[in-house]
Every structure is written in C-alpha cells, then in structure tokens.
C-alpha cells in the first residue's frame, strides 16, 4: 500500500504511464535491499525515500524550468 502511494506521489496524480514505472522501480529497488543485511532493517523505509528523492527532484526541475522562462 505504500509503495503504491509513493508511486503515486512521484507520478502526482498525472500519467498512469509514470505511475507504472514509478511502482515497478520501488518494487524493484525494495526486493534488492533483501538480500543486504546490512540493510535489511532499513528496506521498509525505501518507499518514503524514493517518494522524498522523486519530489525534491521533480520540484527542483519545475523551480528551474520556471526561472528560465523569466529571464
């Protein structure tokens, strides 16, 4: 259930295409931390870090893209 709304926090809300991906990357990335057991405590946590990294870089990206078309 958490890894579905991550996904669909870092989709936000617009394209089931990206959504998709977005769950099959999380799914992907939660089932490889398994096997480390160094990291194994941590692996419930990835879809909130994914969700975070997903956000930040999606709003960096529209804070730029805002800024060059008022220059």
Same mark, same amino acid.
Request: charged residues 15%.
């Given at each position: /259930? #958490? &890894? ?5 926090? %870092?989709?936000?809300?617009?394209? %089931? ?6 769950? #099959?990357? #999380? ?8 096997? #480390? ?7 419930? /946590?990835?879809?909130?870090? %994914?969700?975070? %990294? ?9 804070? /730029?893209?805002? &800024?060059? @078309? @008022?220059?």
């Amino acid at each position: /259930m #958490i &890894s579905s709304l991550a996904a669909v926090l %870092i989709a936000r809300l617009r394209s %089931i295409t990206v959504t998709f991906v977005a769950a #099959i990357v #999380i799914g992907l990335l939660h089932d490889l931390l398994t096997p #480390i057991a160094s990291l194994t405590s941590y692996r419930d /946590m990835t879809p909130f870090v %994914i969700a975070a %990294i997903g956000l930040l870089v999606l709003s960096r990206h529209q804070v /730029m893209t805002q &800024s060059r @078309e @008022e220059a």
